[in-house]
């Protein structure tokens, strides 16, 4: 006994220090991550072509060649489209800023009874120059130099880093069986078929998830952007591609864009109350096709969370691990529920849950009496006598 808890103690110990030294090595292990996350998502479509009798190393190649050539077509086409709106919305800005100087202020002034003001970007301007020449020395502006420095040697690792994902996603999906196999090694035989069916539920949740989420977010996007562009909003592609994409975080993609779509109306059409009816009513809809078609028809239920812990997951994934925590809160609360019913199961099998066991002796034998829920066992062991033993087992 004693040997059985020292081992489990020294098990435990290893996999705190292996963790510990993970976090020590986030920097280095965090491409690695990413590298396998993809090498995951794109596995399946290389064994597809594998199984064309095509040499591995091609069906990589040939994948990989496909997302280049769709993530290049993508850009040849929205770019241009997203420069020219980016160019409008800065050209809007002098015109917004009159808007609010001339009917924003004034309204608020008259309805909420503040004091009037306007905003005067020579005021602003001759302050900034002012802050920054009193704060900042000489020193400063070498320190804020250094730090410039500093940060074009991080943009340039963040270069690499990028550059890097891609080949050691490569060599993952060139040796993702061996690696497999290789991991599977590692289970103990006793645990290797519990341990292999909740790998593959896993497995299962996360794949359909994560497929249906990026799809979700791809069409809502469209959903958005083809909806205020139809109402006149000069800059409805941006907002909309901005918020499909923020719709990866639960409710976020929502916010985001029905507050920029706002405050672009606004800017270009004024106070229009049936302007903001129809940026209104586009985002009714994109909530409406989410809810009732994207959602159930590429998500359903993968997860099993209700709205309560979808939002307690996301938020606990931002104070853990910050914006990175909040795009894989989601994922790895999948693979929680997951783990926590077989939890749930295992619990379920045993005495605490299921009931209690009696032993009750009468001379030659003892009576054990197990009483479950489903079925009561009524066992009797009799004592041996020579070399005679023998248990009778009453199911009632």
């Given at each position: 006994m004693q040997?059985?808890?020292?081992?489990?103690?020294?098990?435990?110990?290893?996999?705190?220090?292996?963790?510990?030294?993970l976090y020590l090595l986030k920097p280095v292990v965090l491409p690695?991550?990413?590298?396998?996350?993809?090498a995951y998502l794109f596995s399946p479509l290389v064994d597809k072509l594998c199984k064309l009798h095509l040499p591995r190393w091609l069906s990589i190649s040939i994948v990989f060649v496909g997302i280049g050539v769709l993530l290049t077509w993508a850009m040849w086409y929205v770019v241009p489209l997203v420069w020219r709106q980016l160019i409008y919305a800065r050209d809007s800005i002098p015109s917004g800023i009159h808007w609010i100087n001339a009917t924003f202020l004034p309204w608020l002034s008259h309805n909420f009874n503040v004091e009037r003001m306007e905003i005067d970007t020579d005021q602003i301007s001759t302050v900034v120059m002012e802050y920054i020449q009193t704060n900042y020395s000489a020193d400063s502006i070498q320190s804020m130099a250094l730090r410039l420095a500093q940060s074009g040697l991080s943009f340039i690792q963040v270069g690499g880093t990028i550059v890097l994902i891609p080949i050691i996603s490569f060599y993952f999906l060139l040796d993702?069986?061996?690696?497999?196999?290789?991991?599977?090694?590692?289970?103990?035989?006793?645990?290797?078929h519990s341990t292999l069916k909740i790998v593959r539920e896993c497995h299962s949740v996360l794949g359909a998830f994560v497929k249906g989420q990026f799809l979700v977010?791809?069409?809502?996007?469209?959903?958005?952007?083809?909806?205020?562009?139809?109402?006149?909003?000069e800059v409805g592609l941006i907002i909309g591609m901005v918020a499909g994409l923020a719709s990866i975080i639960p409710y976020l993609g929502f916010a985001v864009g029905i507050?920029?779509?706002?405050?672009?109306t606004l800017f270009q059409f004024g106070v229009d109350w049936m302007q903001l009816a129809l940026v209104g009513v586009v985002f009714m809809i994109g909530q409406a096709v989410e809810g009732y078609i994207l959602?159930?028809?590429?998500?359903?239920?993968?997860?099993?969370?209700?709205?309560?812990?979808?939002?307690?997951?996301?938020?606990?994934?931002?104070?853990?691990?910050?914006?990175?925590?909040?795009?894989?809160?989601?994922?790895?609360?999948?693979?929680?529920?997951?783990?926590?019913?077989?939890?749930?199961?295992?619990?379920?099998?045993?005495?605490?849950?299921?009931?209690?066991?009696?032993?009750?002796?009468t001379g030659d034998s003892e009576r054990i009496s197990v009483e479950t829920e489903s079925v009561?066992?009524?066992?009797?062991?009799?004592?041996?006598?020579?070399?005679?033993?023998?248990?009778?087992v009453d199911r009632k």
């Open positions: 040997d059985r808890m020292l081992r489990r103690v020294f098990i435990l110990a290893g996999i705190a220090l292996l963790l510990w030294i690695f991550i990413g590298a396998f996350l993809i993702w069986e061996r690696m497999l196999n290789s991991l599977r090694r590692l289970i103990p035989r006793p645990y290797e977010m791809l069409l809502l996007g469209i959903v958005y952007a083809v909806g205020l562009q139809l109402i006149g909003l507050i920029a779509a706002v405050i672009a959602q159930p028809f590429l998500l359903g239920d993968k997860i099993g969370l209700s709205p309560v812990a979808v939002v307690f997951a996301v938020l606990a994934g931002a104070q853990l691990a910050g914006f990175l925590g909040m795009l894989i809160a989601l994922p790895v609360a999948a693979v929680i529920v997951v783990l926590l019913r077989h939890i749930r199961e295992a619990y379920e099998h045993t005495a605490l849950y299921g009931g209690s066991a009696v032993v009750v002796s009561d066992l009524d066992i009797e062991v009799k004592k041996p006598q020579d070399t005679d033993t023998s248990i009778d």
